[in-house]
């Protein structure tokens, strides 16, 4: 099978011959198999929305090809443009890939049938390592930049026998090399660089013309690698070593109109280990979460503005999508919005909802100017809250009330009412609020077992009642989650009593209905945390403890345990 990225009227030429496959662009590619591929033909003047032909949006795909779909298959370039134009244009380190193995490259008009005959080459797994080490990574293109500065150094040595003339000559290489650093590491300008060329013009200097030592420049050249990788916004890796790193066991859906800036964005995530799975408008997101059955997908971003391709807006912006995903489904996520301008509609979204959306400016993300170092940050916040959620997928609670419910007492499962705390906009503080109670009532109990008394009565709580079930009086969410948040604290007291003071079911059971420890008949004013009692039906100290505790709750109960374990 040929796959071919071309215009459409390429099929005018290839007709319905079985053996050709005509591929459109889109970053969903990530899912085809291109291991029945005999070659993959690709028009370096690709068409595609707002680029242009001599944007050479060819050599992008051949980066995506090879770089995240880690293709071998022998790669066919073609263009209207001949090879040495490219070649010539050295300030494009892509281009340089047309001298190496497995790329071929021919001029366009073509004889389809002649260039079919051709036998071609693919490449294995070491070659393919190194180009993508070499060609689409920073710190490999200044490796690279700088080996062919010591062979053209070198060469001079052979031919220039003045050292005048020889010092003019690996300088005038030096001065060509730097140029190019500044444009393709966008540091032009940066007083950093020029001094580093002014001290390595110093050195050169010295050993060709104070000491003639010929034979050092190389040397000289190679001191001054680290230097120039110094100057690389942080976090700037190469392909060998980002294997070193474990990906996210989960996925990411970035939703925007753009589609080079969603290629941009996917590389972005690749180079992180975090697969990006991209939609371009609110049908495509629905329907990828829709089919998101195992929960995968653990951080949706959502670009602010979406546009169609004629600039008009689409029905459906990303706020909306956001909106829609909270409120309509049932996926744990993290939300995120990209935004270049006000967000008062998001704000006025998030206020209306009680919901959480970490919100990060596109220009600092993924903006021109500072790209990486902006996507750094902001992927270092993706990998924070998808962990959470993920951690959060894998220490579900596995008590029934959670999972399934119980109509008698709750309108929904407490999974879903901890779904929505999880995304309220009040988190930090509820969930500071919750550890504070919970160990105020726990070290009340803990006092009462150890002194051997049940006279004093702990403080008591306002009594809250099951959670949206009375049918006379329709609480609002708020309310809702405010009874739901109660049943965390009873949950964290009973697993300190559990794992910290020993205690058992029973022991506990009295304990957090009435504040003592032994079962006696009521008696007046017991009602000490009886508002707690309930926390049995959303915590099993046989299935729960301590695998399936919240994240939360762990990180607390760890915290319990250096204070009073």
């Known amino acids: 099978m040929n796959y071919i990225f071309a215009r459409q009227d390429i099929d005018n030429v290839l007709g319905n011959n079985e053996n050709w496959c005509r591929l459109e662009f889109s970053l969903e590619l990530i899912s085809e198999d291109f291991n029945s591929a005999e070659r993959v033909f690709i028009f370096l003047e690709y068409p595609l929305e707002n680029i242009s032909y001599a944007d050479f949006f060819g050599f992008r795909i051949l980066r995506f090809l090879r770089l995240n779909l880690n293709i071998k298959v022998p790669v066919i ?63 490999g293109f200044i490796d690279e930049e700088f080996h062919n500065l010591k062979n053209k150094v070198f060469k001079s040595i052979k031919d220039f026998k003045h050292k005048t003339a020889l010092f003019n000559a690996v300088f005038f290489e030096v001065l060509e090399a730097f140029e190019r650093l500044e444009i393709c590491l966008d540091l032009k300008g940066n007083k950093s660089l020029e001094d580093i060329l002014a001290n390595l013009k110093k050195d050169l200097e010295r050993k060709i013309i104070q000491q003639e030592d010929y034979d050092a420049n190389a040397v000289v050249i190679d001191n001054y690698i680290g230097e120039i990788k110094r100057l690389l916004p942080p976090d700037i890796k190469r392909p060998d070593d980002l294997v070193i790193e474990e990906r996210p066991a989960w996925e990411v859906l970035f939703v925007d109109d753009d589609i080079p800036i969603a290629l941009r964005v996917q590389e972005l995530f690749f180079e992180k280990k975090i697969k990006c799975n991209i939609a371009h408008n609110a049908e495509d997101a629905f329907k990828m979460l829709k089919a998101d059955k195992d929960n995968n997908i653990v951080v949706l971003i959502c670009d602010y503005r979406l546009l169609n391709a004629d600039e008009s807006w689409q029905d459906v912006q990303g706020y909306n999508i956001l909106e829609s995903v909270f409120l309509d489904f049932n996926n744990d996520l993290a939300f995120f919005s990209l935004t270049s301008f006000n967000k008062r509609t998001l704000i006025r979204m998030q ?75 009040d988190l930090v503080y509820a969930d500071q609020k919750i550890a504070e109670d919970a160990e105020l009532f726990f070290t009340a109990i803990a006092k009462h077992k150890h002194q051997g008394s049940n006279s004093e009565q702990v ?107």
């Open 77 to 139: 370039l073609l263009s209207f443009l001949d090879k040495q134009w490219f070649l010539q244009e050295r300030t494009k380190p892509d281009f340089q890939i047309l001298n190496t193995p497995g790329h071929y490259f021919f001029q366009l008009p073509v004889d389809w049938s002649v260039l079919l005959q051709k036998s071609f080459k693919s490449l294995n797994e070491n070659t393919l390592h190194d180009i993508n080490n070499t060609f689409y990574s920073l710190e």
């Open 459 to 565: 403080n008591v709580l306002p009594i809250q009642e099951g959670i949206g079930v009375d049918k006379k009086q329709l609480l609002p969410e708020s309310e809702k989650l405010e009874k739901f948040r109660i049943k965390l604290i009873g949950r964290r007291i009973a697993i300190a009593l559990h794992q910290l003071l020993e205690m058992d079911k029973g022991q506990i059971y009295s304990a957090m209905k009435s504040g003592r420890f032994r079962k006696q008949p009521p008696r007046e004013g017991d009602n000490t945390i009886n508002q707690f009692f309930s926390t049995f039906m959303a915590l099993s100290l046989e299935k729960d403890i301590p695998a399936s505790l919240l994240p939360e709750e762990k990180n607390w109960l760890t915290q319990m345990k250096e204070r009073y374990g």
């Open 351 to 425: 206020n209306m909802h009680n919901m959480k959306v970490h919100s990060a400016s596109k220009d600092d993300v993924i903006g021109k100017s500072n790209t990486v170092t902006g996507f750094n940050l902001f992927a270092d916040k993706i990998l924070e809250e998808g962990n959470k959620v993920f951690d959060l997928k894998r220490s579900q609670p596995k008590a029934s009330s959670w999972i399934k419910g119980y109509s008698k007492k709750f309108d929904r499962p407490l999974k879903a009412y901890y779904r929505m705390h999880r995304l309220s906009n």
